[in-house]
């Protein structure tokens, strides 16, 4: 049991284990880190939930492995995956998804 000073940890099981954690803004409310099961921060699991359209607006993808000793933003890269994704699959992004991936694949439009 935690004491009322301790929080539960963000570090995965595995600790070789790379998590990914989603910035999303709720409108008019603003933007916070996305809380989620352990076992649900993999970067397929991440895929799929951005695809069904688990996220209101995301604005950041974050990635670390504490084993390792690093962090990063992956928001470029991860837009990259999903319209890969929805090319071969001949999907539609949802609306949300798609001003992600248009915010980092266009860099220099207005939405950024």
């Not at 570090?11 to 409310?29: K, M």
């Amino acid at each position: 049991m935690l004491g009322s000073d301790q929080s539960p940890s963000i570090v995965p099981r595995d600790t070789h284990q790379d998590v990914y954690l989603v910035l999303d803004e709720f409108r008019g409310f603003g933007q916070a880190w996305r809380e989620t099961d352990v076992d649900d921060t993999d970067l397929e699991t991440l895929i799929e939930d951005l695809l069904d359209g688990q996220y209101i607006n995301p604005v950041r993808i974050v990635a670390f492995n504490t084993a390792e000793g690093w962090s990063r933003d992956v928001s470029a890269a991860v837009a990259e995956m999903l319209r890969q994704r929805c090319s071969e699959h001949r999907n539609d992004l949802t609306s949300s998804v798609r001003d992600f991936v248009d915010r980092y694949q266009n860099p220099g439009s207005a939405n950024r």
